[in-house]
Nanobody, 123 residues
Framework: QVQLVESGGGLVQAGGSLRLSCAAS????????KAWFRQAPGKERELVAA????????TYTDSVRGRFTISRDNAKNTVYLQMNSLKPEDTAVYYC????????????????WGQGTQVTVSS
């Protein structure tokens, strides 16, 4: 069974930091493009950051650029999202995703999803 399992969410004050992790099991995703998405209440899910399978190419949505960093450790089959200078508007359920794509980071429809982890930023 293929699984992506997120962890690291929680409640943090504005200005604080959190590090999300997404561990894959059931198959090797080391050659897959990966990403973090988020969905706030009443809003559509949005791409937060994406990374190529090598980790050499990344992209971020404008609202998090300079504050968030996506990275991966293929030996551990894990992708991370370091979130600094958090704002109340970052409050959402964060999902990791994987897709079989090796050219660069991937901006299309992802095939594999985690169950999500809640991030709440208080003002």
């Amino acid at each position: 069974q293929v699984q992506l399992v997120e962890s690291g969410g929680g409640l943090v004050q504005a200005g604080g930091s959190l590090r999300l992790s997404c561990a894959a099991s059931g198959r090797t995703f080391s050659s897959y493009a990966k990403a973090w998405f988020r969905q706030a209440p009443g809003k559509e899910r949005e791409l937060v950051a994406a990374i190529s399978w090598t980790g050499g190419s990344t992209t971020y949505t404008d609202s998090v650029r300079g504050r968030f960093t996506i990275s991966r450790d293929n030996a551990k089959n894990t992708v991370y999202l370091q979130m600094n200078s958090l704002k109340p508007e970052d409050t959402a359920v964060y999902y990791c995703a994987a897709h079989d794509y090796s050219a660069s980071y991937y901006l299309g429809k992802y095939d594999y999803w985690g169950q999500g982890t809640q991030v709440t930023v208080s003002s």
